[in-house]
């Protein structure tokens, strides 16, 4: 909170401060990155690099096309017209995490925000992230950017750049909806702007949940949940079998690929901490823990993983079959990899079009029409005591 009011009293000044502390010691305004930036970025890398990320960007706009909503009106026979009209906010901010030290940059995260929100029909997009400790962007994030036609981007990061896009500073102006995943500082940040601002979610560390029947390859199974496992130290691992057979030969699966990780310290310490083998009845029971636990990420590697999907109450994506990891989704198959977490599935969605849009009502009535209605909309009003609400309806009435 202390931060996000220093961005309030002293704006840019603030964000160079903070980001010499935390990320770039040198770093100056402006904090912009010029346009010819991203296009050297962008021819910097391969032409496979280019075409792998036009790839992902293709399959996740074709996936968020179809979320599109219509604005649409209904008449009534007395010539009374209602309906609903839906409108892309003007604005959007999309916080995008650095990876370590900037080194390691999350350009599906970019993906991931970017192309909802022009789906939608944002005109404008500020993108923040992290700078690396010479005050640059990695190559690879600006080249996204310039790929999906983004031209505002900052070389600012954490909960004040969260700030800086909510009340807005003398370079970059404030927004109407932020989006994004960050760690704990810049989600408490997003949590405390909410209001100000739309936001996404409360996002928590990353968890994934695998239903296998005793079919599954233990192999495969161990993989995916690593996978999650590897994102961070609180992350939650977790698979559901009615295979005891299965669930002994995944549990030491898991300690011959840990080995063989680079990240095997984070991915040691979430599976120690949080990570479990459940030995459910029947896959059905399976089905109902998963339900309850309402993962970010749930696998259903099983024999007929569609005849179980009615069944999945609670989950922010689901992985049919065996041949359909988690990672698939992360990158590259078109469905949005930023998800409710931490149970929160059961209520909330994956970040998508709508929340991008925002809807407004109308309705339009003939004399005759209201004519017909005014005395009921005054007993309605009447009765919560409110006489002016009645006159407003009476007075142009004939009754």
Same mark, same amino acid.
């Given at each position: 909170?202390a931060?996000?009011?220093?961005?309030?009293?002293r704006g840019?000044? &603030?964000?160079?401060?903070?980001?010499?502390?935390f990320?770039?010691?040198?770093?100056?305004?402006?904090?912009a990155?010029?346009?010819?930036?991203?296009?050297?970025?962008?021819?910097s890398?391969s032409?496979?690099?280019?075409s792998?990320?036009?790839?992902?960007?293709?399959?996740?706009?074709t996936?968020?096309?179809a979320?599109k909503?219509?604005s649409?009106?209904i008449?009534?026979d007395?010539?009374?017209?209602?309906?609903?009209k839906?409108?892309?906010?003007d604005?959007?901010? /999309?916080?995008?995490p650095g990876?370590?030290?900037?080194n390691?940059?999350?350009?599906?995260s970019m993906?991931?925000?970017?192309?909802?929100?022009?789906v939608a029909?944002?005109?404008?997009?500020a993108?923040v992230?992290?700078?690396?400790?010479?005050?640059t962007?990695?190559p690879?994030?600006?080249?996204?950017?310039y /790929?999906?036609d983004?031209?505002?981007?900052?070389?600012?990061?954490?909960p004040w750049?969260?700030?800086?896009l909510?009340?807005?500073?003398k370079?970059i102006?404030?927004?109407?909806?932020?989006a994004g995943?960050?760690?704990?500082f810049v989600t408490?940040?997003?949590?405390?702007?909410?209001?100000?601002?739309?936001i996404?979610?409360?996002?928590?560390p990353?968890?994934i949940l695998?239903v296998a029947?005793?079919g599954?390859?233990?192999?495969?199974?161990?993989a995916?949940?690593?996978?999650?496992?590897e994102?961070?130290?609180?992350a939650?691992?977790?698979l559901?079998t009615?295979?005891m057979?299965? &669930?002994?030969?995944?549990q030491?699966?898991?300690e011959?690929?840990?080995?063989?990780l680079p990240r095997?310290?984070?991915?040691?310490a979430?599976?120690?901490?949080?990570?479990?083998?459940?030995?459910?009845?029947?896959?059905?029971?399976g089905?109902?823990i998963a339900?309850?636990?309402?993962?970010?990420?749930?696998?259903?590697?099983?024999?007929?993983?569609f005849a179980?999907?009615?069944?999945?109450?609670n989950?922010?994506?689901v992985?049919?079959?065996r041949?359909?990891p988690?990672?698939?989704?992360?990158y590259?198959a078109?469905p949005?990899?930023?998800?409710?977490?931490?149970?929160?599935?059961?209520?909330?969605?994956?970040?998508g079009?709508?929340?991008?849009?925002?809807?407004?009502?109308?309705l339009?009535y003939?004399p005759?029409a209201?004519? &017909?209605?005014?005395?009921?909309?005054?007993r309605?009003?009447?009765?919560?005591g409110?006489?002016?609400?009645?006159?407003?309806?009476?007075?142009?009435?004939?009754?």
């Amino acid at each position: 909170r202390a931060i996000i009011d220093d961005v309030r009293a002293r704006g840019d000044e &603030a964000l160079v401060e903070r980001t010499r502390q935390f990320d770039a010691p040198e770093i100056e305004l402006p904090l912009a990155v010029p346009q010819e930036e991203l296009a050297r970025a962008a021819a910097s890398i391969s032409g496979e690099e280019r075409s792998i990320i036009m790839e992902a960007a293709s399959h996740i706009r074709t996936f968020h096309e179809a979320q599109k909503d219509k604005s649409w009106f209904i008449t009534r026979d007395d010539g009374s017209i209602l309906g609903q009209k839906v409108e892309p906010v003007d604005r959007a901010g /999309l916080y995008v995490p650095g990876g370590k030290g900037g080194n390691t940059p999350l350009i599906s995260s970019m993906l991931m925000g970017a192309i909802p929100a022009q789906v939608a029909g944002v005109k404008d997009i500020a993108v923040v992230t992290p700078p690396r400790a010479d005050g640059t962007l990695n190559p690879y994030m600006l080249a996204a950017a310039y /790929l999906l036609d983004i031209n505002e981007v900052y070389r600012v990061g954490g909960p004040w750049s969260i700030a800086a896009l909510a009340y807005g500073t003398k370079e970059i102006k404030a927004v109407d909806v932020i989006a994004g995943p960050g760690n704990i500082f810049v989600t408490t940040a997003k949590k405390l702007v909410q209001g100000k601002v739309g936001i996404d979610m409360i996002a928590g560390p990353s968890e994934i949940l695998v239903v296998a029947d005793g079919g599954a390859n233990p192999a495969w199974v161990a993989a995916d949940l690593l996978s999650q496992a590897e994102h961070d130290r609180s992350a939650t691992a977790v698979l559901v079998t009615e295979s005891m057979a299965l &669930a002994k030969a995944v549990q030491e699966e898991l300690e011959v690929q840990l080995e063989a990780l680079p990240r095997r310290e984070i991915a040691r310490a979430s599976v120690d901490s949080n990570g479990m083998i459940i030995v459910a009845e029947t896959l059905m029971v399976g089905i109902d823990i998963a339900n309850q636990l309402a993962p970010e990420h749930l696998e259903l590697m099983v024999d007929d993983p569609f005849a179980c999907l009615d069944s999945i109450r609670n989950a922010g994506s689901v992985f049919l079959g065996r041949s359909c990891p988690e990672a698939l989704g992360d990158y590259f198959a078109g469905p949005n990899h930023t998800l409710p977490t931490s149970g929160t599935a059961r209520f909330s969605s994956p970040l998508g079009v709508d929340d991008f849009v925002k809807k407004s009502q109308f309705l339009y009535y003939t004399p005759e029409a209201l004519d &017909a209605v005014a005395e009921d909309v005054a007993r309605f009003a009447r009765k919560e005591g409110l006489e002016a609400h009645a006159r407003s309806a009476l007075v142009r009435s004939d009754k």
